[in-house]
């Protein structure tokens, strides 16, 4: 007797193991037609996983958001062998569902974007012919000489690399087509449906190594309706009118060089602008209780090893040549050391923590060329970063003034936000007990703010040293970035031998968390950039108003507005230039100033002036006192209108 226990906590008895999709034509055939994979003692499997015993199954349909991926992941297969289909030598190797879409990478064959529609079209045929996929498990060694004796032998390397301990693998069928997956996926071809394109190709290297066999990867995107698929590309269209490279250009905010690849160069605007945010940051910092501090750029690797960064982030990290027999420096790729080095500078207790310990240095991560990002993927850039050091008692509100925090700084901007657990990762330091107990504490603080279950945990995502939750904002196309972090950090004050004294004049380890806002201040900007589609609100914008004479006899006049704008602490300019002043406002217009100041005969005879706000509304003699002081308003509260 087998029970299956559905959703409603009743029990369907089977007299024997059964399957999922056995289960769903019990209980009606519409479930049986809709539902694409089931949740099986809450792990998501195929419709085809066997029950053997007593389990609780939750089927799932193309409503339900895990799906998408399985979807996805269907597809790339299907996108597999429509390539073996049309390219006979062609060797595959893998083929994974990712954000927006999924890819598969080919060996021996060149695919250009011209060569995309007829691979769909072959994609079409074989998804109409709804092939069952069907998983099957093998010995390892079998699996090996079946990928040998066909040739495939980026397959059969993948097998062959499996841990030893690793016996069986999973292999799906799907018409003559045999793919090496753990799945799950749909139960046949046919479900894919009619929603899915391929959108570009680009080069790869076999297991990401430069070193190895260069792939062709071949991109799609798929979704479970013709609607979804056209607001896809619909916000793809939109994204492209934001994306921040162009408008950082057009904008003159910053610039990208070949001579310093990830490494951006901050134009006079681009400067104003992290002069803005910074100047925030720290406001707000100040009245938190935040002490702010800048450490070194270079460190010893001495260290990075007792950080533990030389062993589990080394490969990320600048190496930096000392001197024969001396010490290997490095360029910092985290600012924690440098905090830590701070607090054990001088005897601590009980009554100086919480210790809030914030900076915004530059630091140094040595990405990948072929990862570089505009600004959203860089080398060099400025973090907001803060390290607290708190006893045990203090962690749960200290968390919820961090989220507070947080929370405050985005509605500034108009982002909303999510937050995700991380849990330990495999190279995980120190011991299991400190690990389960920070887990444990995080768990507790998210259930009690957010709701049990009203988060996303991501296991074995945490940082080396700690647990940590991600802030994921949403910007104004719907969507998700992971900008700040806080990370709860039982081991690296042992690690450096930090110690307070507590009340009872013992010696114990403080608790360290780490915690970001805007995170990289390149990529924050970057987001924000495409969020208001390089429209920034006043109080960050980096010319706030520019004053336009109407003809060179109104200049004398418009260098004195000029000036009092300037002296009430607003980022004003002219330009130097003459030009008509219907070019001017054109230009403002396309610098998406917020203020463009008018300055003629009917504004010099009245003492005011006009302006010509950036969304094309017309204010006509207005007192300039006026214009200053609500120019100065919108920046004191950061108003996102204008």
Not at 220 to 228: L, P, Q, R, V, Y
Not at 246 to 262: C, F, I, Q, S, Y
Not at 311 to 336: Q, R, T, W
Not at 481 to 493: P, R, S, V, Y
């Amino acid at each position: 007797m087998v029970n299956v226990i559905l959703p409603d906590g009743s029990k369907l008895p089977f007299d024997a193991p059964v399957c999922g999709i056995d289960v769903a034509q019990t209980i009606s055939a519409g479930l049986a037609k809709n539902a694409v994979a089931m949740k099986l003692n809450g792990a998501v499997v195929d419709l085809s996983a066997p029950i053997v015993a007593e389990s609780a199954v939750v089927f799932l349909t193309p409503k339900d958001k895990e799906t998408l991926d399985i979807l996805r992941h269907t597809a790339a297969h299907v996108l597999a062998m429509a390539v073996k289909s049309l390219y006979p030598e062609a060797l595959v190797t893998i083929g994974p569902a990712v954000e927006n879409g999924f890819y598969y990478d080919f060996y021996g064959i060149v695919v250009k974007e011209g060569d995309l529609p007829k691979i769909e079209a072959k994609m079409a045929e074989i998804v109409a012919k709804d092939y069952p996929i069907v998983r099957s498990e093998v010995p390892r060694a079998e699996a090996v000489r079946l990928f040998e004796k066909a040739g495939e032998r980026f397959k059969a390397e993948l097998v062959a690399d499996l841990p030893a301990d690793v016996k069986a693998v999973s292999l799906y069928t799907m018409g003559d087509s045999v793919e090496l997956c753990r799945g799950p996926h749909l139960p046949s071809s046919g479900k894919v449906g009619k929603a899915f394109k391929l959108t570009k190709v680009a080069a790869a290297y076999w297991r990401g190594d430069a070193k190895r066999e260069s792939l062709q990867r071949i991109y799609g995107t798929a979704f479970w309706s013709d609607k979804e698929l056209k607001a896809y590309f619909t916000l793809l269209e939109e994204a492209e009118k934001r994306d921040h490279r162009k408008l950082g250009k057009a904008l003159e905010l910053w610039h990208l060089d070949d001579t310093a690849p990830g490494c951006p160069y901050f134009l006079p605007r681009g400067v104003k602008m992290i002069n803005a945010l910074i100047d925030f940051w720290r406001a707000e910092h100040e009245k938190r209780g935040y002490d702010e501090f800048s450490g070194a750029m270079i460190n010893g690797s001495s260290l990075w090893k007792t950080s533990g960064h030389w062993d589990h982030y080394k490969d990320d990290m600048y190496i930096l040549n000392g001197e024969e027999d001396k010490e290997v420096f490095a360029l910092k790729p985290m600012s924690c050391p440098n905090a830590i080095k701070v607090y054990n500078l001088k005897t601590r207790s009980y009554a100086d923590l919480p210790l809030r310990l914030s900076d915004v240095d530059y630091i140094h991560r040595n990405e990948a060329s072929g990862a570089l990002c505009g600004l959203f993927r860089v080398r060099e850039f400025r973090q907001d970063d803060a390290h607290i050091f708190v006893t045990e008692d203090m962690i749960a509100d200290e968390y919820n003034r961090i989220f507070d925090l947080i929370e405050y700084f985005y509605k500034v901007f108009g982002l909303s936000c999510s937050v995700k657990l991380s849990t330990r990762p495999d190279n995980y330091i120190g011991d299991l007990e400190s690990w389960n107990k920070a887990e444990a504490g995080l768990r507790a603080i998210m259930d009690a703010r957010y709701g049990a279950g009203k988060y996303e945990v991501k296991e074995k995502d945490g940082a080396f040293y700690g647990p940590k939750i991600d802030i994921q904002m949403r910007d104004s196309l719907g969507r998700e970035w992971q900008m700040g972090t806080i990370q709860l950090d039982f081991q690296l004050a042992k690690r450096f031998g930090c110690t307070y004294a507590d009340k009872d004049g013992t010696e114990k380890t403080p608790v360290i968390i780490h915690r970001t806002v805007y995170g990289s201040l390149e990529r924050f900007i970057a987001l924000i950039t495409e969020h208001f589609a390089g429209a920034f609100p006043v109080w960050i914008a980096p010319v706030q108003a520019r004053v336009l004479p109407v003809s060179d006899k109104h200049r004398d006049a418009a260098v004195e507005v000029l000036r009092k704008l300037k002296d009430a602490g607003i980022r004003a300019e002219m330009e130097r230039q003459s030009n008509t002043i219907g070019y001017q406002i054109r230009e403002a217009h396309q610098a998406k100033i917020p203020y463009a100041v008018i300055l003629g005969d009917k504004e010099i005879e009245s003492g005011s002036v006009s302006v010509r706000l950036r969304d094309n509304t017309q204010v006509n003699a207005i007192p300039l006192s006026d214009l200053i002081g609500r120019i100065t308003e919108k920046i004191k509260t950061k108003a996102l209108d204008l």
